[in-house]
């Protein structure tokens, strides 16, 4: 949903076990359909607000840093700061698959979001276009939250019509669904129970990771 026909648009999607919701989106501060680094300050502030508007806690990026840079995204930690809202830098590049790096950075914030969505929180997760990355992002999150793959992708797909079909897309996301059932195996009770200890730290030490734009 976007008001002004900017490329910032919101998809918010249930999860289905709590109130906590995921909001789907493209590139804060996009000027225009095409990823062109003509963002501008002003709409920086105005999406930074939308996303406070709309009660997010955390936001998720996925973009590379070379692609932050382009699209002048270099004050969006501070804009979201001054908002409340935490940031998590996971860049995910390539043929836009989650790999190795993502998942070494994934294991500390998953649970982090997911202790926001059990309480009734949402969590925003944006990539270049809202159409690839965030999507595929999402349905990880959805899986590892406890919905079953089919209902995952149901509730992705009717927030996003289209996405999710690449054969790549569908073979990462199954092998999420076998990841969690491990994980779950070996943690009783973890699906039931959101306080359960699952696999991943508990902690992060620099939720912000402000250093990834400074550097």
């Not at 900017?6 to 804060?28: E, H, K, M, N």
């Not at 809202?85 to 989650?98: S, T």
């Amino acid at each position: 949903m976007s008001a002004d026909g900017s490329g910032f648009r919101l998809a918010v999607v249930g999860t289905g076990r709590a109130r906590g919701q995921i909001v789907i989106a493209g590139c804060p501060g996009r000027a225009a359909r095409m990823p062109l680094p003509w963002n501008s300050e002003w709409r920086l502030r105005r999406d930074a607000t939308t996303l406070k508007h709309w009660g997010v806690e955390a936001l998720v990026t996925l973009m590379e840093k070379s692609e932050l840079t382009l699209m002048r995204l270099t004050e969006l930690p501070e804009l979201l700061a001054e908002h409340g809202i935490v940031w998590y830098h996971l860049p995910v590049g390539g043929a836009c698959i989650p790999d190795a790096r993502f998942e070494a950075l994934w294991r500390a914030v998953s649970p982090q979001l997911c202790a926001i969505l059990w309480r009734g929180g949402r969590v925003a997760v944006h990539c270049g276009d809202g159409r690839s990355r965030a999507p595929l992002v999402s349905a990880k999150l959805l899986i590892e939250f406890g919905c079953p793959i089919n209902d995952a992708l149901n509730r992705i797909r009717g927030a996003r019509p289209g996405v999710l079909v690449r054969p790549e897309e569908h073979a990462f996301i199954l092998q999420q669904t076998q990841r969690a059932e491990v994980g779950d195996a070996a943690v009783p009770g973890a699906r039931d129970d959101p306080s359960a200890s699952r696999r991943y730290p508990a902690e992060l030490d620099n939720p912000n990771r402000l250093d990834l734009l400074q550097a």
